[in-house]
Protein backbone atom coordinates (compact mmCIF):
# COMPACT_ATOMS: atom_id res chain seq x y z
CA UNK A 1 0.00 0.00 0.00
CA UNK A 2 1.39 3.51 -0.93
CA UNK A 3 1.39 6.08 1.55
CA UNK A 4 -0.84 8.92 -0.52
CA UNK A 5 0.74 11.76 1.44
CA UNK A 6 3.62 11.18 -0.40
CA UNK A 7 1.72 12.15 -3.87
CA UNK A 8 0.35 15.71 -2.60
CA UNK A 9 1.67 19.07 -4.27
CA UNK A 10 4.14 20.77 -2.11
CA UNK A 11 3.72 24.73 -1.91
CA UNK A 12 6.98 25.82 -1.47
CA UNK A 13 10.64 24.12 -2.41
CA UNK A 14 12.10 21.48 -0.52
CA UNK A 15 15.58 22.44 -1.62
CA UNK A 16 15.78 26.12 -1.01
CA UNK A 17 18.09 27.82 -3.40
CA UNK A 18 21.11 30.05 -2.13
CA UNK A 19 19.00 33.19 -3.82
CA UNK A 20 15.42 32.08 -2.30
CA UNK A 21 14.13 33.27 0.94
CA UNK A 22 13.49 30.94 3.28
CA UNK A 23 9.88 31.41 4.41
CA UNK A 24 8.95 31.02 8.35
CA UNK A 25 6.65 29.81 10.31
CA UNK A 26 5.23 33.26 11.09
CA UNK A 27 5.08 33.65 7.57
CA UNK A 28 3.14 30.82 6.65
CA UNK A 29 1.15 31.52 9.02
CA UNK A 30 0.15 35.32 8.45
CA UNK A 31 -0.38 33.81 4.67
CA UNK A 32 -2.93 31.30 6.44
CA UNK A 33 -4.99 33.75 8.38
CA UNK A 34 -4.97 36.04 5.02
CA UNK A 35 -6.44 32.57 2.98
CA UNK A 36 -8.99 32.42 5.59
CA UNK A 37 -9.76 35.87 6.32
CA UNK A 38 -10.22 36.22 2.56
CA UNK A 39 -12.52 33.05 2.52
CA UNK A 40 -14.87 34.89 4.88
CA UNK A 41 -14.95 38.07 2.77
CA UNK A 42 -15.55 36.34 0.09
CA UNK A 43 -18.65 34.37 1.36
CA UNK A 44 -19.94 37.13 2.85
CA UNK A 45 -19.93 39.33 -0.65
CA UNK A 46 -21.62 36.02 -1.46
CA UNK A 47 -24.33 36.49 0.71
CA UNK A 48 -24.41 40.22 -0.77
CA UNK A 49 -24.68 38.93 -4.28
CA UNK A 50 -27.15 36.46 -3.70
CA UNK A 51 -29.97 38.67 -2.19
CA UNK A 52 -29.18 41.02 -5.42
CA UNK A 53 -32.33 41.62 -7.68
CA UNK A 54 -30.61 41.76 -10.82
CA UNK A 55 -28.66 38.76 -12.72
CA UNK A 56 -25.87 41.14 -14.06
CA UNK A 57 -25.34 42.84 -10.04
CA UNK A 58 -25.33 39.12 -8.67
CA UNK A 59 -22.31 38.30 -11.45
CA UNK A 60 -20.38 41.24 -10.38
CA UNK A 61 -20.61 41.07 -6.72
CA UNK A 62 -19.53 37.23 -7.31
CA UNK A 63 -16.49 38.09 -9.61
CA UNK A 64 -15.26 40.40 -6.56
CA UNK A 65 -15.74 37.70 -4.05
CA UNK A 66 -14.17 34.87 -6.56
CA UNK A 67 -11.43 37.92 -6.99
CA UNK A 68 -10.87 38.18 -2.89
CA UNK A 69 -10.46 34.81 -2.71
CA UNK A 70 -7.82 34.62 -5.57
CA UNK A 71 -5.42 36.95 -4.15
CA UNK A 72 -5.63 36.34 -0.50
CA UNK A 73 -5.18 32.74 -0.91
CA UNK A 74 -3.06 32.31 -3.59
CA UNK A 75 -1.58 35.53 -5.03
CA UNK A 76 0.38 36.45 -1.68
CA UNK A 77 3.66 34.90 -2.68
CA UNK A 78 6.98 35.24 -0.55
CA UNK A 79 9.72 35.86 -2.94
CA UNK A 80 7.12 37.05 -5.27
CA UNK A 81 6.96 40.50 -6.76
CA UNK A 82 4.21 41.86 -5.03
CA UNK A 83 1.72 42.48 -7.70
CA UNK A 84 -1.60 41.69 -8.98
CA UNK A 85 -2.58 40.96 -12.37
CA UNK A 86 -4.57 43.56 -13.76
CA UNK A 87 -7.50 41.49 -14.02
CA UNK A 88 -7.97 40.79 -10.61
CA UNK A 89 -7.31 44.49 -9.98
CA UNK A 90 -10.04 45.33 -12.06
CA UNK A 91 -12.29 42.56 -10.11
CA UNK A 92 -11.31 44.22 -7.15
CA UNK A 93 -11.75 48.18 -7.81
CA UNK A 94 -14.79 50.14 -6.23
CA UNK A 95 -17.03 50.11 -9.30
CA UNK A 96 -18.44 47.19 -7.62
CA UNK A 97 -20.82 49.91 -5.56
CA UNK A 98 -21.92 50.98 -9.11
CA UNK A 99 -23.23 47.84 -10.31
CA UNK A 100 -22.91 46.22 -13.78
CA UNK A 101 -22.91 48.59 -16.47
CA UNK A 102 -26.20 49.40 -18.45
CA UNK A 103 -28.12 48.25 -15.27
CA UNK A 104 -31.32 51.13 -14.34
CA UNK A 105 -29.94 51.15 -11.14
CA UNK A 106 -26.89 50.03 -8.24
CA UNK A 107 -26.95 46.82 -6.14
CA UNK A 108 -28.75 47.01 -3.65
CA UNK A 109 -26.29 47.77 -0.71
CA UNK A 110 -26.12 49.55 2.50
CA UNK A 111 -23.69 52.74 3.36
CA UNK A 112 -21.84 50.32 5.76
CA UNK A 113 -21.64 47.22 3.20
CA UNK A 114 -20.32 49.52 0.41
CA UNK A 115 -17.68 50.90 3.22
CA UNK A 116 -17.18 47.55 4.22
CA UNK A 117 -16.82 46.36 0.25
CA UNK A 118 -14.17 49.05 -0.37
CA UNK A 119 -12.29 47.84 2.60
CA UNK A 120 -12.07 44.02 1.29
CA UNK A 121 -11.52 45.27 -2.42
CA UNK A 122 -8.30 47.44 -1.11
CA UNK A 123 -6.99 44.95 0.92
CA UNK A 124 -7.10 42.33 -1.24
CA UNK A 125 -5.09 44.86 -3.95
CA UNK A 126 -3.02 45.85 -1.64
CA UNK A 127 -1.84 42.00 0.71
CA UNK A 128 0.58 41.04 -2.48
CA UNK A 129 3.10 43.87 -1.93
CA UNK A 130 3.05 43.05 1.89
CA UNK A 131 6.07 40.31 0.44
CA UNK A 132 8.27 43.21 -0.07
CA UNK A 133 8.10 44.31 3.73
CA UNK A 134 7.39 42.41 6.74
CA UNK A 135 4.80 40.40 5.93
CA UNK A 136 4.27 38.60 9.12
CA UNK A 137 3.70 41.93 10.65
CA UNK A 138 1.66 43.47 8.36
CA UNK A 139 -0.30 41.20 6.36
CA UNK A 140 -1.92 40.14 9.43
CA UNK A 141 -2.94 43.41 9.99
CA UNK A 142 -5.02 43.91 7.14
CA UNK A 143 -6.43 41.05 7.47
CA UNK A 144 -7.39 42.28 11.14
CA UNK A 145 -8.91 45.47 8.91
CA UNK A 146 -11.05 42.97 6.37
CA UNK A 147 -12.70 40.94 9.92
CA UNK A 148 -13.36 44.69 11.67
CA UNK A 149 -14.77 45.84 7.78
CA UNK A 150 -16.69 42.17 8.23
CA UNK A 151 -17.79 42.71 11.81
CA UNK A 152 -18.96 46.61 11.31
CA UNK A 153 -21.78 44.89 8.39
CA UNK A 154 -22.88 42.07 10.97
CA UNK A 155 -24.23 43.80 13.81
Known amino acids: MTN ?3 FLPVPLPID ?3 DQEVVT ?3 REALAEAAAAGERAAGWVEVLAARQGDQAHRRGLALFAEAVRQVMGHEIVPDGDGEVSSDLRCRLDAYVLLGAAGAETAPDLTWAEQLALV ?3 AIATTAP ?4 GNVERDLPALCAVIDGALASVRT
Not at 129 to 132: A, D, N, W
Open 25 to 27: GAV
Open 129 to 132: STVL
Open 16 to 18: QDD
Open 119 to 121: AVG
Open 4 to 6: SLS
